[in-house]
């Protein structure tokens, strides 16, 4: 029985650190609950929004020591029913993440882990740094098969780069993937890494072919300064990036006003948008089939697209996901929407799950960055054998 103990007694003493790139968290106390003895913590809201959700921290104390840790404010969390079923992602040194099983009960999210060194990182999603970031982009610079530019600025100041792959030509198709609108969806970046890293690569058959008839442009994070602030769903100035791409402003929302101007002058052909899932376990894509233009054809295209995405990647299910809009009511603040309506062109919003793909699970691990990097990959390949019929 924990009663009539003091915490020390039953936990030693656990320090969190959240200040740093992409952290976030309050520490409310050292004991919470009835009988239990613990870390108590608080989801700490976006900037300059009050949507919460996104946590990650650093905890240090004695090795083999059982640490514990509740959120007394889980449920007031976007998406709280995701928490239902999910486990928390652990890592000691950034790279390689693993799974603590939580409850999510009367509200609040509790997780205990005995961590066999002094530091751990406890987060919702693997972290993506922005430094991790800015290496992708600067190899890219470097390897004399990728063109970078700046498309414009964030709220904070920070350049916004996209990477194009491809020879220009009147012919070539435009094919533009962006990913992390929402910051708290790192396993987007990770995607997007997967993407940039198969297209550095120059011996990969896949990629020579699609340089040969297409022009690749990643967008590795759309909202640097979310990512680097901890937020989860908006960017420093309190905004939902994708709910902004049928009026952009460029006080409020720059980073889609940048992404938007150069998506009009280049032309699409294809567009992809990666995000993740906090509720749904499984890897899915939603179309533009509420869209006022929505016809066969696109229809036909989304099909095609995804029937070869699932062979591919069988981690990927072409039957699962949100119920289809109705048609002429989807939204069109919505990037992909926003882009499909706009090029009447093929146009996907990519989910990855936080918590596992339940058709293929893997237990102590759960969804992850090399899945989503591998996942990527397979993007690249059902993007090449829909190239033909992209027109
Ligand atoms: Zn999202």
Redesign the pocket.
């Known amino acids: 029985m924990y009663q009539g103990r003091t915490a020390a007694a039953i936990t030693p003493p656990v320090r969190i650190d959240a200040d740093f790139d992409g952290g976030s968290i309050i520490v409310v106390g050292d004991v919470y609950g009835a009988g239990e003895l613990g870390v108590a913590l608080a989801l700490r809201p976006d900037n300059a929004s009050s949507l919460r959700r996104w946590f990650c921290f650093r905890s240090w104390g004695e090795p083999g020591e059982v640490r514990r840790f509740c959120i007394v404010d889980a449920e007031d969390a976007e998406f709280a029913a995701g928490w239902d079923g999910y486990q928390v992602c652990a890592s000691y040194d950034g790279e390689d993440w693993f799974r603590v099983a939580t409850r999510y009960d009367e509200g609040a999210l509790f997780f205990e882990h005995a961590p066999s060194r002094r530091g751990i990182t406890f987060a919702a999603f693997a972290t993506y740094p922005h430094a991790r970031m800015r290496r992708l982009v600067e190899r890219a610079r470097r390897s004399g098969r990728a063109r970078v530019r700046v498309l414009g600025e964030t709220v904070q100041g920070r350049p916004i780069p996209a990477i194009s792959f491809g020879e220009e030509g009147p012919s070539a198709a435009r094919i533009w993937i962006i990913a992390r609108?929402?910051p708290g969806?790192t396993m987007a970046a990770w995607c997007a890494e997967g993407i940039v890293e198969r297209l550095l690569d120059a011996s990969d058959p896949v990629t020579a072919a699609l340089a040969e008839e297409a022009i690749v442009t990643v967008v590795p994070s759309m909202n640097i300064d979310g990512g680097v602030l901890g937020n989860h769903r908006t960017n420093a100035a309190g905004y939902n990036l994708?709910r902004a791409w049928d009026a952009p402003d460029l006080a409020t929302t720059p980073e889609v006003f940048a992404a938007r101007s150069a998506l009009l002058e280049s032309g699409v052909d294809l567009f992809l948008d990666v995000?993740?899932e906090e509720t749904l376990p499984y890897v899915f894509a939603a179309g533009c089939e509420g869209n006022p233009g929505y016809s066969e054809r696109i229809a036909r295209l989304e099909r095609t697209f995804e029937e070869v995405l699932a062979m591919m990647d069988p981690s990927f299910s072409p039957d699962q996901g949100y119920a289809p809009e109705a048609p002429g009511r989807d939204n069109l603040e919505c990037a992909a929407n926003w882009v499909g309506e706009r090029f009447d062109c093929l146009s996907l919003t990519l989910e990855m799950p936080f918590k596992d793909d339940m058709f293929h699970p893997r237990p102590g691990r759960g969804w992850s960055p090399g899945r989503s990097r591998r996942f990527g990959r397979a993007v690249l390949e059902a993007s090449l054998l829909v190239l033909p019929q992209l027109r």
């Open positions: 609108q929402h969806e994708n995000h993740g």
